[in-house]
């Protein structure tokens, strides 16, 4: 495999730049469970100039910007929201609970699959007003029945309020507990609480290094989605495959996200390759995000020549791409042998903005290689499944044997005490 255009940033010094703010993360955690609202607000006045003096938006704030929205993007996020909806029902009827049944005589074992109470959802400010991540974090929770779903978001910078896109759309998506708070200190908010925020279970949401980090530094004491970085795609096209005006919109598409963005095109078709770079460079002149997306395409896109489809399917497996293109001939033929990705787009059509917006799959994906172990979001990272057993005196008597020689062999006589003590005076040992 070979370079047509190549990075020009290390891609191991980008990663180790996302938690190149530990200490000064665990600072702000400090500070937050110390001081509560006030440690909030200075943040919030630091990092985002934010004007106000309280961090609850009100609902009737939240109703009005609701209908405050135009038309076409009430509708958008309408249609959005059902689709995602809809695909996280799909899902969460391939959930099943199980019910209590015999593994032997007597030792029945099931599942139940329960919400978690709460979950704060952490919606991004900075750069752009991430109306999506709205509807990809709060509609399923909802449809995973979560009794009390909050989010934060920072305040518009200079403002005293987030942007008001983001509010409509937390209340068309039916969340009315809504904070203006962001970074670092809105995840450690959520994770500990304070006088005005209560603490929650889980936290979902993408966000800058400093929100990752506090994500990182918080599990435990609260769960999360997931660690993840900067935006990527990968498109592979197979020779003869693949429309250069699609490839370069899609590359340049996770481009202007930020600067350490990941954009990289591994095709068998070397004029293809070339096209795509050109058509890119032309896309860049008159592009509105050029400042960012430009800077990003130098210093991180890829365009990639490979020998064959087995090895651009095994560069894929090796990346762990938060976003993955196929464009081959007989796709499914090459399905089954990509094992490591947060969500495939297959075919010149499937264009990874409509997952991004309003296809229905979730947005929140696995990035800087977490696809090697974990999916993107879904209704399921908003369930626990609940074991339980009921064992029979029967059940006892045949498990007693095996736990009580197991509990001696680590020195737990305690553990052995109580396996022995279920059966009767005559089996024991």
Request: with cysteine; hydrophobic share 40%.
């Amino acid at each position: 495999m070979r370079h047509i255009k190549a990075p020009v940033k290390d891609r191991q010094a980008i990663r180790g730049d996302l938690y190149g703010v530990r200490d000064q993360v665990a600072r702000i955690i400090e500070e937050v469970a110390q001081e509560g609202d006030q440690a909030v607000l200075r943040g919030s006045r630091r990092y985002d100039l934010s004007q106000g003096d309280t961090l609850k938006v009100p609902e009737d704030v939240l109703e009005e910007s609701f209908y405050a929205l135009e038309e076409d993007l009430k509708t958008a996020i309408n249609t959005a929201r059902d689709h995602i909806a809809r695909f996280a029902e799909l899902q969460m009827g391939c959930i099943a609970e199980l019910e209590e049944t015999p593994i032997c005589p007597g030792v029945l074992l099931g599942h139940r699959v329960v919400p978690v109470d709460s979950c704060g959802c952490y919606i991004p400010g900075g750069s752009y007003p991430l109306i999506s991540t709205v509807l990809m974090l709060a509609v399923p929770a909802k449809v995973a029945g979560v009794k009390r779903i909050c989010a934060c978001t920072p305040v518009k910078r200079g403002d005293r309020l987030p942007d008001r896109s983001v509010l409509g759309a937390l209340w068309g998506a039916g969340v009315t507990e809504v904070y203006a708070a962001g970074g670092a200190h809105a995840v450690a908010a959520m994770a500990i609480g304070t006088q005005t925020i209560r603490p929650v279970d889980l936290i979902v949401g993408p966000g800058n290094k400093y929100v990752t980090e506090a994500k990182r530094q918080c599990f435990g004491r609260v769960g999360i989605d997931f660690v993840a970085g900067p935006s990527e795609v990968l498109v592979i096209a197979e020779r003869g495959m693949g429309n250069e005006e699609f490839i370069a919109w899609d590359l340049l598409a996770q481009a202007e996200h930020d600067l350490d963005a990941r954009s990289v095109l591994v095709t068998t078709d070397e004029e293809l390759a070339d096209r795509v770079t050109s058509r890119v460079e032309r896309i860049l002149q008159d592009l509105p995000t050029r400042d960012v997306a430009s800077r990003s395409w130098e210093d991180n896109g890829e365009v990639l020549l490979a020998e064959s489809m087995e090895e651009a399917v095994e560069m894929a497996n090796r990346m762990a791409p938060e976003h993955l293109e196929l464009l081959a001939k007989d796709p499914d033929l090459w399905i089954p042998k990509l094992r490591n990705y947060g969500s495939l787009f297959i075919g010149d059509h499937s264009a990874e903005v409509f997952g991004d917006y309003a296809s229905g799959t979730n947005h929140t994906l696995p990035t800087a290689g977490a696809a090697r172990y974990t999916g993107g979001l879904w209704v399921g990272n908003f369930l626990k499944v609940l074991t339980n057993q009921r064992i029979t005196p029967m059940g006892a008597e045949r498990l007693s044997q095996a736990a009580a020689t197991l509990a001696e062999a680590e020195g737990l006589w305690a553990h052995r005490g109580a396996a022995l003590a279920r059966v009767p005076q005559g089996g024991r040992s």
